[in-house]
């Protein structure tokens, strides 16, 4: 798809109040605050139900990490909402991914990302980036990450072009696992599922991060012709406004699965090298045309069939993250003993810190 192109300045549909609800939430200077949570420029806390009328100042603890202990190393990506550094932290030498989010956008938004600060920050599992800490001041929010030195797999796409198929199995079981954790243990949907929010490292680690933040982001902006890879990756339902749900993502992840397959995204038009001209077409194309499919002649029946159960246009014929666990195609290169470790290395963009 091509950036930039003739992308109206459309609204994204939300959700529906009873996905997300807010019982509360005050803005002082430096802070805010939603429900049982507190962000200010201390770091984000959980606070009792009697603490919330008059919450008290927030004090750092000794272990708790402050931007003001950790050395910008450089710039290593750039997103919609704001960039993401390498910081090392002052004290102990150990590198973070921090990501700051200009918070210029409505108080309704707002209460939103602070939900999904606080999913993130609770958010324990192997296959999700760990969120340590989230400050809010003079209108950014910055997030400490965990640091993926290999980047995103659209950093390794890049270098790559096409994944094979073993490798890309054992992806795809390390975001299932991930998907897993968030749909079934946090009963969160990402909403945002695309190459560049699945991260990896050099111990071949795959782990799923921005869950929310960066729809929510790309629905307030005025620039909507930079979120064109947002829509990229969105269901049917979710694209036209209806009703979505965990299936939402399942599409997403077919979608990032073929385009691993074949290098080429999906809904690509025929013609080489032509983005496509605006977003209703990608949205009509999403809505009416045959949902995508891998090429029965260049890929196994197994992998065809797994691209298959997740991009049915119905939600309901789309299988769950838990079905697609004990799919065939996830288990068929397990034999091979498949190293993503010296696959990323050597595929990958520079896996070097500095
Ligand atoms: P969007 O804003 O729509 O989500 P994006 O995912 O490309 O787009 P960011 O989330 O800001 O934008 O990330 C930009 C890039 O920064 C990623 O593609 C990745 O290369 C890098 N990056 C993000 N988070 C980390 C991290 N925790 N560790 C290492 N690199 C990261
Ligand atoms: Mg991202």
Redesign the pocket.
Known sequence: MKKGGLLPNLKLTLPPPDEISFSKFLTQSGTFMDGDLLVNRDGVRIVSQTEVEAPPPIKPSDDQLNLADLDSIKV???????I?QLVQHKWTGQFF?L?VIQMNVEESHRKQIAQELKINQSAQCRYV?VCYQSFYDNGAISII????DG??L??ILKKVKTIPEPFLAAICKQVLKGLLYLHREKHVIHR?LKP??L?INHRGEVKI??FGV?AIL?STSGQANT?V??YNYMSPERIIGGRYGYKSDIWSLGLVLLECATGQFPYSPPEQGEGWINFYELMEAIVEKSPPSAPSDQFSPQFCSFISACVQKEQEARQSAHQLMNHPFISMYEDLDIDLSSYFTSAGSPLATL
């Open positions: 290593i990506g750039k997103g919609n909402g704001g993401v991914a990501k980036v990450l965990e640091y993926m980047g995103s659209l950093d945002d560049s929010n991260l991060t921005d960066s790309a979120f890879g947002t």
